[in-house]
């Protein structure tokens, strides 16, 4: 790599770093790296002595952009630590918050992050000059995802409304209402999007994942359900660390989750769209046949088409719960400390991300485990770079490099939990 | 006063928890104090499109944020990103590389830029998780607080 991070970066956005490291001897792929920096280990620490209460307000600061997976994780979590049962208002206005979060980070990754890489532009930036109208409905989209953020969660960045129990404040039904008009235009610009990334060109890559997504019979998994395979996996929370495990890998600092036999496995949008194709709205499903993707698809470079697919569900969805909504009695379910052992997994956009607490008499946390979805998504990510990077080994450094880092991308990798791998290395020996 | 400072929006950014990455912040949350009730001051993590929003309407902006560049530790540089792109400023090429300099061309771009941008740089030192700002960049904070508060009052008068 000719340029090092320090001079790229002038201005350093340094929430996380990385590698990537490709070998190529004699014509093939040997050995593919992403190293990949956790924030989740130091924020394990940092719980650990802290109130049950202020976990939702610690985990959000992991993540800038998926704040509320966070929050969402932690408190199912603690309820489950704490015997706490929430009421159904309760339950909708997470789903809600959920799909905003859905809605801003999708729309982030397709139109800023990952749609350059198909048209050819080396970012957003020189996107945008060509394709104005473009962008801006894209941030426009975005724009209603963290709208239904602030309303519900407070802020949109790093929600401060979210509390174990419920919320501390419940939003009025005519609060919400205000949101309609925007979310139903948001639908309408999901579903251009959908038509938009559809037309991209694709590499023609499968591989057979074994997928791993949450699952709930009525509904679009996001914050319940069972943890299920393509494999016959079917497993609650409680059950996780029985059936995957994180392990120290010797390049990376970082903990690489795998199958207790020793499996990769992937999750977010390609599991969830496998797993729970039934569960989307008939406008989603029609969308996606539409745009030509079956489920499950098997190709990755195509998840850019199912996020989009996923962002018309999260708006359909969005408009569904704020039209059925009820103002809850009261805001959160009142919370006893005690000894426990919670779980809980819920869909971050990026996929599948599970905690797991235990608490003592006055609910201090003793242990806390987060395992995020890009540490679940690595070891497939190596493969993929293993199995695909072979097609492309002829094309010059640059190119080659650009294609190793579009593989990364689509995984979505979390900007505080696993970015900045502007340190590309191809050795060819 | 208030036709002169409601168009403008102080911006700190960084992330609170990695050492010097925090010394936009830490100068945007001295500065709340100390301006005039109608002008706005926001922290803010620094993805590019939130920015890009809170640029909306408005005629200025002040941005700061922590450097990374091999300077000293504490140095600080104003620019003036309405009239040129911030130096060494490269995009497309990290996956998430996507922040302040981003922010500003893709406002550009799509002509969303406020009419001034001004942006200060403060060169950090560690960006460790849990570490508190450097000494050098404390004292850098407090110098850029002084000299945006100097500036404001100065278009008060």
């Not at chain 1, 859905?102 to 749609?115: F, G, P, R």
């Not at chain 2, 500065?31 to 939130?50: F, H, N, Q, Y």
């Not at chain 2, 600080?76 to 990290?94: D, I, K, W």
Request: glycine fraction near 8%.
């Amino acid at each position: 790599m000719a340029r090092k991070t320090i001079k790229v970066d002038y201005l350093a956005r340094v929430e996380g770093e990385g590698a990537l490291s490709v070998t190529i001897r004699d014509g093939r792929v040997t050995h593919a790296e992403l190293r990949i920096f956790e924030p989740p280990r130091f924020f394990e620490a940092f719980l650990r002595g802290r109130a049950f209460s202020e976990a939702p307000d610690i985990t959000a600061r992991i993540c800038g952009i998926c704040p509320v997976a966070y929050q969402m994780s932690a408190v199912h979590a603690m309820e489950d630590a704490l015997g706490v049962k929430i009421t159904k208002p309760i339950r909708d206005l997470r789903r809600l918050l959920y799909c905003g979060e859905w809605i801003e980070s999708h729309t982030l990754h397709i139109y800023m992050l990952h749609a350059p890489d198909f048209l050819g532009y080396p970012g957003a930036v020189e996107m945008a000059r060509d394709h104005g109208d473009i962008v801006k409905r894209g941030l426009d989209l975005k724009k209603t995802g963290n709208a239904l953020m602030s309303l519900i969660g407070g802020r949109e960045i790093h929600p401060i409304n979210v509390r174990v129990g419920g919320f501390y404040k419940a939003p009025l039904k005519r609060e919400l209402a205000t949101l309609n008009e925007s979310l139903k235009r948001a639908r309408d610009q999901a579903l251009e999007t959908v038509r938009w990334v559809a037309g991209f060109d694709f590499p023609d890559c499968r591989r057979d994942y074994e997928l791993v997504a949450l699952s709930h019979p009525d509904e679009y998994a996001l914050n319940e359900g069972r943890i299920v395979s393509n494999r016959g996996l079917n497993i609650g929370a409680s059950e996780y660390d029985g059936h995957f495990g994180e392990s120290h890998v010797a390049h990376s600092n970082a903990l690489q989750s795998r199958t207790r036999d020793g499996g990769a496995y992937l999750v977010g949008p390609l599991a969830r769209f496998a797993l729970n194709f039934e569960q989307l709205t008939p406008l989603a499903r029609d969308a996606a046949k539409q745009a030509g993707i079956d489920s499950p698809c098997a190709n990755p470079y195509q998840s850019i088409v199912v996020r989009a697919v996923e962002t018309l569900y999260a708006c359909d969805e969005a408009l569904r719960i704020i039209a059925g909504y009820e103002e809850p009695d009261r805001a959160f379910e009142p919370v006893e400390p005690k000894a426990g052992l919670g779980f809980a997994a819920t869909e971050a956009p990026r996929g599948m991300l599970y905690h797991r607490y235990r608490l003592d008499d006055d609910g201090a946390i003793l242990e806390a485990q987060i395992v995020p979805p890009t540490s679940q998504n690595q070891a497939t990510i190596e493969q993929d770079l293993t199995v695909f990077i072979n097609d492309w080994v002829d094309l010059p450094d640059e190119a080659l490099k650009h294609r190793c880092e579009q593989t990364v991308r689509n995984y979505d990798p979390c900007i505080s939990c696993a970015t900045h791998f502007l340190d590309l290395r191809v050795d060819r020996g | 006063m208030t036709d002169k400072l409601g168009g403008v929006l102080i911006i700190g950014l960084g992330n609170p928890d990695r050492g010097d990455d925090a010394a936009g912040r830490a100068v945007a949350a001295r500065l709340k104090a100390r301006v005039p009730s109608d002008m706005r001051v926001i922290e803010s993590g620094g993805e590019a499109t939130a920015l890009l929003a809170l640029f909306g309407e408005m005629d200025e902006v002040i941005l700061v944020d922590a450097a990374m560049s091999g300077a000293a530790p504490g140095t600080v540089e104003r620019f003036e990103a309405h009239e040129a792109p911030l130096p060494a400023a490269r995009f497309g090429v990290s996956t998430h590389g996507f922040g302040l300099a981003e922010a500003i061309e893709l406002a550009r771009a799509l002509g969303q830029l406020p009419r001034r941008c001004v942006v200060y740089a403060i060169e950090g030192r560690s960006f460790a998780l849990g570490d508190p700002l450097s000494p050098n960049v404390e004292t850098a904070v407090d110098a850029v607080v002084a000299r945006i508060l100097d500036a404001v009052y100065e278009r008060v008068d």
